[in-house]
Each structure stands twice: as structure tokens, then as C-alpha cells.
């Protein structure tokens, strides 16, 4: 694992971020290393990117749905069986 030295941080930045961790019942190392874990995680425009880099790599039909067009489809579908469920629609629609 990576190690970071970080110097000459805002003292009150220091004790916020002290308080916080304490708030969280965690060291204050362990709650900057989420924050910054948090910080680092891809984009949805980044996981696109390279989801449409292993398409092109896995030569899908040029009519093929993109990732996105398949990500909203599901959420629709998704939204669909919540409202079945919920008795807001019915099978046939």
C-alpha cells in the first residue's frame, strides 16, 4: 500500500476533519483514508469511457446498444416492476 505525507494543513481544517472522524468513531487516519478513497472513485463519464474502450476492443455490431442506451433501458425497466409492484401498472402495460 501507498503512503501520503501531507504537510502544512490549515489547523482548523486539522480540527474539523479531527472532530469529524470522532463523530464517526474512527481515527482520523482511517476517515481521510475514506474521504480520499471517496475522492478517488471513477466517474460515470470515466466507467463509460471505459466500458465503450472494451467495446471497441470487442468489436460489438456498429448497431449494437451503447452502455448508456442499456443503462437507462434497465433503469426503466426497473422503474416498470416498482410500480407493478406497487400496484401502479399493470402486467399488460
Known sequence: MGQILIRNIDDEVHARLKAKAAGADKSLEQYVREVLADAARPTKAEILAEMDAVRARIKLP????????????????????????????????
Not at 446498444?65 to 410500480?83: G, V
Open 62 to 93: 456498429a448497431d449494437a446498444p451503447s452502455f448508456e442506451e442499456m443503462i437507462e433501458e434497465m433503469k426503466n425497466e426497473q422503474e416498470q416492476r416498482a410500480l407493478r409492484h406497487a400496484g401502479l401498472l399493470s402486467d399488460d402495460d
